[in-house]
């Protein structure tokens, strides 16, 4: 449960703030439990009261696509966090993985350009 002086910037602002200092950060409502990405003010659930806490940065690959051109190929994929939110992210190191794969959050870049990208677990790391 963290908050941040940023939070007045809107949630947005707050995000991009926790990822230029190394943190990925999402929101969940106090009332509820309710887990929410993208940043909002409300949740899906109507509840106002969200405040900001780090994910396990675990979650499954929901769906992916690989997009191909002449300067090579790279994937988008749906990613659901084992918190039950789902974001669009890369997964790094790949060209594509089979939906379910089990994955991991890492951020990449600094400055402006962090974001979180996502890298396949091997193994017993799989485990839910």
Known sequence: MTHTPTDAAGPQATY???LRSGRFMIQRSRSTGEYVFYPKVVAPSGATDLEWQAPS???SVYALTV???KAGS???ALVELDEGVRMISTIIGVESV???TR???EIEGTGDAARVVFR???GAEEAR
């Open 16 to 18: 991009e703030a926790f």
């Open 57 to 59: 940065g675990l979650g």
């Open 67 to 69: 997009n191909r051109d």
């Open 74 to 76: 790279y994937n988008i």
């Open 98 to 100: 089979p939906v379910g």
């Open 103 to 105: 994955v991991k959050a």
């Open 120 to 122: 396949p677990l091997a």
